[in-house]
């Protein structure tokens, strides 16, 4: 699904650029509310961790491959509009330093894997936990359907922006219909591992799950009348206190990301990604321009003058993991400071202060 530069006009990708930076200043004020001591490391963590992921291309049609997008990972784990920058920075890394996306269609990848991706999931998932019963379970089922629909919702978006801006001739309808029908197919295993890892996650520490925060709602008990919280009990409270464990949670899942990034990765599928397959068949690539970084050192995820290639490409995925959690969390602690600040300059309450 990343968009190279010459598959969208000038005019389209300069409007989406605009929306995407929109976007991405929304998401930077909605992000303090997301943002506390336990969600700020987390979140570098979440764009690490779906950099490294995106480099597992997994086989889902003959000839064609696929990948995580990330979307609906990042909007359940942390939030949607921190889930937007988790996303963002991902691509943001992946075009510079990987010569993968345009930087021209930087805006439309935006757009497209993080925007649309945050939106649809998030909805569907939030839609799900009210009609399901308030369980584990269900927030699993409820993430599975929202990754699920979020990379067809992808690709009927790329597909109205090339619609709008296209540079081939190509019919739209032979478009819509190539792209929409392998990503359903892509859809299913973003889906697999969205739910994989959301499921993992409430197993260990469902405190840091902030789609599932309605299940550590107080237990209420009724008191002479009232509803009143129940007491916490202390295992519960332990592992509830913001950084009980969270640096443990944090280290294990930075090394499970530097593992999938520089060894996994070189078992990946081979085949081209979903558009990739659509563009070759189709013809849409036709005016495909070569990428502005394509002399970049870490250039097609690969580090230039180490010849093996197994070595080349696990150093380049580290690397990668290494940058997109140091920028990641960097971004999510200025976010959290400015928000911590802020509420620091808010006069005292008047009962407060009497």
């Given amino acids: 699904m990343h968009v190279p530069d010459g598959f969208i006009d000038a005019p389209v990708s300069l409007a989406a650029g605009a929306a995407a930076a929109g976007a991405v200043a929304v998401s930077l004020r909605g992000a303090r509310r997301e943002l506390d001591e336990r969600a700020a490391p987390l979140a570098g963590l979440v764009a690490a961790f779906i950099f490294a992921v995106q480099m597992l291309n997994f086989p889902v049609a003959a000839g064609t491959s696929g ?8 909007a359940i784990l942390v939030g949607p509009y921190t889930g937007v920058l988790c996303v963002s920075v991902v691509l943001l890394m992946q075009g510079v330093l990987f010569a993968d996306g345009g930087l021209t269609a930087l805006g439309v990848n935006v757009v497209n894997m993080a925007v649309v991706t945050v939106v649809v999931a998030y909805a569907v998932f939030r839609g799900l936990l009210k009609l399901l019963p308030d369980t584990r379970r269900s927030v699993t089922v409820a993430a599975f359907a929202g990754a699920l629909l979020s990379v067809p919702g992808a690709a009927v978006t790329f597909t109205l922006l090339y619609a ?18 392998v990503h359903v197919l892509i859809g299913i295993g973003e889906a697999v591992i969205t739910a994989a890892t959301v499921a993992a ?11 599932a925060r309605t299940l550590a709602s107080p237990l209420k008990l009724r008191v002479g009348g009232e509803l009143v919280d129940a007491p916490v009990a202390a295992p519960a409270a332990a592992a509830a206190r913001p950084g009980g464990s969270t640096r443990k949670v944090w280290a294990t899942g930075l090394v499970t990301a530097l593992v999938l990034a520089g060894f996994v990765s070189f078992y990946a599928s081979a085949s081209p990604d979903g558009l990739e397959k659509v563009a070759a068949d189709q013809g849409i690539d036709q005016k495909v321009q070569e990428h502005a970084a394509a002399d970049s050192p870490l250039a097609d995820y690969s580090v230039k003058d180490v010849d093996d290639v197994r070595l080349s490409g696990g150093l380049a995925g580290v690397i990668g993991v290494g940058a997109t959690v140091a920028v990641g969390t960097g971004i999510f602690w200025t976010v959290r400071r400015r928000r911590a600040d802020e509420s620091a300059a808010l006069p005292a309450s008047p009962s407060a202060a009497g």
């Fill in 67 to 74: 990948h995580l997008l990330g979307g609906a990972l990042a």
């Fill in 164 to 181: 709008l801006g296209g540079t081939t001739d190509v019919s739209v309808g032979k478009v819509f219909t190539a792209m929409v029908g």
């Fill in 201 to 211: 996650v409430l197993a260990v520490r469902p405190d840091l799950v902030h789609g």
